[in-house]
């Protein structure tokens, strides 16, 4: 019985130790590496990147996010209420049109 608990601990410890590797190993998402950008301040290479996403991506409703939060650590919302309009006349997912409306409000109010 001993031996049969003492197996099992190591494969579910191996099992653990395997998934954190794998997940370690995992590259970031998108809106992660956005992220990044926005917190380094490099503005140049984020504006770069998401000048190059679908119109359709589905992560838009995070980017409009990333890109208020860039407009308030840059202190102009230029870029921003321009992709939000963009994104507001060519996207075609109700809610993401919803988020896309709402950052181009807050580009214009602040």
Do not use: C
Not at 16 to 24: K, N, S
Not at 81 to 96: F, G, P, W
């Amino acid at each position: 019985m001993q031996t049969l608990r003492s197996l099992l601990s190591t494969a579910v410890l191996g099992s653990l130790v395997a998934m954190g590797i794998a997940r370690a190993q995992e590259p970031r998402s998108l809106v992660q590496g956005l992220h990044a950008l926005v917190h380094a301040k490099k503005f140049v290479d984020l504006e770069a990147k998401v000048d190059a996403l679908d119109p359709q991506d589905p992560n838009w409703k995070a980017i409009l996010e990333l890109l208020v939060e860039g407009g308030e650590q840059q202190g102009t919302y230029d870029y921003l209420r321009r992709k939000a309009k963009h994104v507001l006349d060519t996207n075609t997912d109700v809610e993401t049109r919803a988020t896309a409306a709402f950052a181009l409000a807050t580009g214009y109010w602040r």
